[in-house]
């Protein structure tokens, strides 16, 4: 079947530092999934999909919900890097999420030129979910056991995010997309719970960063 370029706003052509992408293109059969959105391939994320004509290069306010991520999927480290508990997330681990994604969704739209606070008519936003984490090593309980040997890792582990878009006065859903990151760079070190914690926020302002591109295009 044949492929249609759409100059949509969110498909922009972008290089990033974790991905480079070739010519976004939206495919002409809607997805059995979301109605009324179509599957975008080339996207730099690994799954999206957008409403054909969504215009999301209009927008320049977007109001950012609570990153949600009480439902993840929780993957447990290997054996030999975990005491004898599962890996939990727990309240302050998931209140520490939420803050990291509002900082960072804020930087990138300053960055970007976006308002998170101005009223407008035409408001995107942007509601997101860390929908599975599978964590290299449980630091926090190894640092709470005397004598156990130091933990290394190649990195702090994976997530997996779904974040929507919506046109906020209709409440029309616009694009979705999932894609999943390694935490960290992925070399390896002596692991702990501080370099854990600054690998998340760095790859939550990459998720938000690159989310702000497709929205303004540049």
């Known amino acids: 079947m044949n492929k249609l370029h759409r100059a949509l706003g969110f498909l922009a052509v972008t290089i990033i530092s974790t991905a480079c992408t070739g010519t976004p293109t939206l495919e002409d059969e809607p997805s059995a999934e979301f109605a009324g959105l179509n599957k975008v391939s080339s ?60 900082d960072a969704m804020n930087a990138a739209a300053d960055k970007h030129g976006i308002s998170t606070t101005s009223d ?44 929507r ?17 390694r935490i960290g760079a992925q070399m390896w070190a002596n692991a702990s719970t501080q370099l854990a914690a600054a690998n998340m926020r760095n790859l939550l302002n990459t998720w938000a960063n690159q989310v702000l591109l497709r929205i303004t295009g540049n």
């Open 43 to 102: 996207s730099g994320f690994r799954e999206a999909w957008a409403r054909p004509g969504a215009g999301l290069a209009q927008y320049k306010v977007i109001q950012v919900s609570n990153l949600l991520s009480a439902n993840a999927e929780i993957r447990q480290p290997s054996s030999s890097k975990r005491i004898r508990k599962d890996w939990e997330l727990t309240p302050a681990r998931q209140q520490a999420l939420t803050r990291g994604w509002s």
């Open 165 to 181: 878009l919506y046109d906020q006065g209709s409440n029309t859903l616009l694009v979705v997309i999932r894609d999943r990151r």
């Open 120 to 163: 407008s008519e035409k408001v995107l936003r942007v509601d997101a979910e860390i929908t599975r984490i599978a964590p290299n090593a449980d630091l926090e309980q190894a640092q709470m056991t005397a004598g156990l040997a130091t933990v290394y890792t190649e990195d702090s582990g994976e997530a997996s995010i779904e974040i």
